[in-house]
């Protein structure tokens, strides 16, 4: 249990999958402009992420691994995280059409988001259990939702504040940024 | 022969990700922290920029519509695994190195934006002459904010020492928050780089 527990505080924050590992910044700099797109970015993400996670592991472990296929984890991966984002759209739409709306654009955009397929590579990379998989995928996501989070609260306010034009839109996102990784580069050698 | 030359050279700066077209920021942020490994990639883009484009243009007439996005991943995941095997078998170091951004330059957004965009749509030379301009484009700017990164946090440039051996470097621009605040202080200077370029042509001197 201690080290599921570590194991997500290590992804959280001395780890974090955007700040530090630099996995899924186009939506962070794109979708950060208010807290409420950031919300629905953030549910989408966590649930996309730990399903997909699972479902590539198994992949992997149950047909890519017998069969000595482990090259075409790329293409497969990505295959199936593109199929699943679209059953997932298509399953929610007919059966929760309320958390279908709240996510919103979000889902389909999560596609191409460098955090899941990176997710799930760095999954087989590290040779995780599938409780691993489970709980760093859950702790990954979680890491990118509270930065994504932060972030947004943050420009939100910077749009009544004064920024010098050459420096509005991404230079100043950029710069919040690598302020916000500076403080939790603090956080390096949590895990030890 | 022009439009070859037009649609090669938008990528060069009009155009150029990711300073211009923010996309594909985080092999931007992860790769920059050295030169070479900027340069690795950047190679690796070219490649799978190329073969990408030429394929999907090759194809297009045949390609539904509706499943177009699913084949143009297809192909370039195809692509991207002859990369990634290739540099395993040849460039060991510059793979370990790259480790996970090499199959991550599937989901880069520009290979698929420029397939989407532009092979889709245009003839097999074009095609090539977008690619390569982007790919071109791509590289070289990943090698100078990789360039400012090392040369500014290390003292080095491509492991060759350039600055005063008194120097000691800004480590923290090779560190990830200094990848953000580079590439945005880098994004501010496109910004007044285009400023003061629409200023000269708006006076009509």
Known sequence: ?192 | MSSFIREFTKGLWKEVPPFRFVLGLCPTLAVTGHVSSALGLGCGVIFVLLVSNVVISAFRKFIPSKIRVPVFIVIIASAVTIVELTMEAYFYSLYRVLGIWIPLIVVNCLILGRAEAFARKNGIILSIADGLGMGLGYTLSIVSLASLREILGAGTWFGIRVMPASYIGFELLQRPPGAFICLGLILALMNFISLKLEKNEGCGC
């Open chain 1, 1 to 192: 249990m201690g080290n599921y527990i570590l194991m997500m505080v290590t992804a959280i924050f001395a780890n974090n999958i955007l700040l530090i590992r630099f996995l899924g910044n186009c939506p962070f700099v794109g979708v950060s402009t208010s807290l409420d797109s950031a919300i629905g970015m953030s549910g989408a993400a966590l649930f996309v992420n730990v399903l997909s996670s699972c479902i590539t592991w198994m992949l992997y472990s149950f047909v890519l691994v017998p069969l000595e296929l482990e090259y075409l984890k790329t293409v497969v991966f990505i295959l199936v995280i593109a199929s699943l984002v679209q059953l997932v759209e298509i399953i929610l739409q007919k059966t929760a059409p309320a958390l279908y709306r709240s996510l919103g654009i979000y889902l389909p955009l999560i596609t191409t988001n460098c955090m899941i397929f990176g997710v799930a590579v760095l999954n087989v990379q590290q040779k995780h259990t599938f409780m691993q998989t489970l709980v760093y995928s859950i702790a990954t996501a979680i890491g990118f939702d509270l930065a994504l989070l932060i972030l947004a609260g943050i420009r939100e306010r910077f749009s009544l504040g004064r920024i010098p034009p050459l420096f509005q839109g991404f230079p100043v996102a950029l710069i919040t940024a690598g302020l916000m990784g500076l403080c939790f580069f603090g956080f390096v050698g949590l895990g030890q």
